[in-house]
């Protein structure tokens, strides 16, 4: 899987931070991000301490999200925990995984922040623009911003601002439900991010592709562990 741009992934915090202010000039918010017909769902979950992490993709049709196949990834984590650099942290094992799938999507979605992070570049940010592939986070909870309030019923939202700057969306994906936080990673804006979620999600809270990744993450075992036990 070829990059738009190479750096390392262990990093301290100030290069971390360097890396995420020059990778967020490569952002690029549009409103349209071309024709779509297959989607990827990301997200991970970590082992043994946080030593290793488990990268799980999904991907399905559009439209219709009809799930055509997963792919998990499992490594040793190498970037120890640093605030703001999660990212670092996840897409090894992410990319490893999307390079897992038999052929790519055309739209991903995160389980985390796009530009809805301080320097702009939460993982959905990151692996879009690594990708040049258009890419949103959709998060449980606010890393930054404020809003007003959302409505109660599906479909309500309220724009996530950081001072002046729109960062974001807090949505509501299913009546009287916790909102969720989406906000562009690469080549969507802010309304056609949260247009994209919303057209996700079925039953649940989550767009069903990345609902399905974070089952895998959470319940797979890992084989080098059940080896050692």
């Given amino acids: ?40 769902g990301i997200d991970c979950g970590f ?4 030593t290793r992490v488990c990268a799980a993709v999904t991907r399905f049709t559009w439209p ?57 570049l939460g993982i959905a940010a990151h692996l879009g623009v690594l990708l040049d592939r258009p890419a949103l986070g959709v998060a449980k909870s606010r890393l930054v911003g404020e809003h007003a309030p959302v409505g109660e019923r599906r479909g309500a939202a309220a724009p996530l601002y950081a001072g002046e700057e729109r960062i974001g969306t807090v949505l509501r994906t299913r009546d009287r439900v916790r909102p969720v936080y989406v906000s562009p990673g690469h080549r969507l804006d802010c309304a056609t991010a949260a247009e994209w979620a919303l057209a996700c999600c079925t039953r649940y809270r989550l767009p069903e592709p990345i609902r399905k990744a974070d089952h895998l993450a959470a319940k797979a075992s890992d084989p080098v562990m059940q080896e050692q036990s």
């Fill in 1 to 40: 899987m070829q990059l738009r741009f190479s750096h390392p992934w262990v990093v301290d915090s100030r290069q971390g931070a360097a890396i995420q202010r020059e990778l967020a000039e490569a952002v690029r918010l549009e409103r349209a991000c071309g024709p779509v017909s297959h989607i990827a």
């Fill in 47 to 50: 082992r043994n301490g946080g």
């Fill in 64 to 120: 219709g999200l009809e799930f055509v196949e997963s792919h998990r990834v499992y490594r040793p984590v190498e970037m120890p925990y640093r605030p703001g650099l999660l990212s670092f942290r996840e897409l090894p094992a992410v990319l490893d995984a999307l390079a897992g799938l038999s052929e790519p999507a055309d739209l991903i979605l995160c389980d985390g922040q796009g530009i809805a992070h301080p320097r702009r």
